[in-house]
């Protein structure tokens, strides 16, 4: 039986395999990786004995993946980027340098509280690296679970048992209306004054959790919408609006958005509100995310949400 660590084949068997796969073709891969054709195809020969399977149909000239080498080529490239990245971190540890910090985001969460928590981060966390990624919040939940993001802020929060969740802060949702619609006259509006639009949505997958909250809401008043348009990305809603198909609902961050054809209302009370928090892998811990954890509690979090962060 083999050890923790030690594997029938090595790494360059993997990098072999990768390249040719890349290609399509063990003389272009030869030629690409400097090294005779030949011991090209004994490695991935001694790479389909260690795996007990085929990785390649030959058709004379012409090669193609097997269902196996499918799967090898997808999950190996995946692995080959985590050994970068981990590399990369360890040159930086090495030079006295914090790590690569990834972080995903919402469109709502860079257009409201997040530009200001990261500049407060960098303040704390001397030569710290970042790098960012949007994304819906399902996407941003995934990602963190495969551990290809170390952290992502999103717009609800989930109940999660592979995540921990930091609660940060909740903001009014509002509505996008054309500025010629008969409600535009109005400073503000109640939900139900809605009851006859189309409501312009999210797809209800990227957010399930502030989808269900909207309808909710307007059941709460004793209507559902006449219509409802599912629509991405937000700048596609907006236009819609603007054409004059609907209205949007929209976080009150992110009443800029209005272009022209259209304005922002505020909704009255009660009404749904957008629940941002911070998601990272249960597991995770460093110094960035006690500093992560403070910051939060003392500049973001309400007296109850903060509690339930210790």
Known sequence: MLSRYQLAYQLRHIATFLTIAEEQSFRRAAERLHIAQP???????????????????????????????????????????????????????????TVLLRLGYSSAAMSSFLPSLIRTIRSGLAGAE????????????????RGELDAAFILHRPENPLLRMLPIRSEP???????????AAQDSLSLAALKDETFILFPRRTNPVMYDEILAACHDQGFSPARIREVAPRSIAVGLVAVGDGIATIAQSLRHSCVHGTCYRPLTE????????????????GEWLDLLR??????????SAASSLR
Do not use: N, W
């Open 39 to 97: 011991a090209l195809s004994r490695q991935i020969a001694q790479l389909e004995d260690a795996l007990e399977c085929a990785l390649f149909h030959r058709e004379g000239r012409r090669i193609r993946l097997t269902p196996a080498g499918e799967f090898l080529y997808r999950e190996s490239g995946k692995a080959m980027q985590s050994l970068e990245t981990i590399a990369e971190q360890t040159r930086s540890v090495g030079q006295g340098r």
């Open 294 to 303: 403070e910051i939060l509690e003392r500049d973001y979090a309400s007296s």
């Open 130 to 145: 970042f790098s960012f990624v949007e994304r819906t919040s399902d996407q941003l939940m995934d990602a963190v679970i």
């Open 270 to 285: 009660p009404a749904p509100r957008v629940r941002f928090s911070c998601i990272t892998a249960l597991e995770t811990r």
């Open 173 to 183: 949702v509002g509505v996008i209306l054309p500025d010629d619609h008969p409600l």
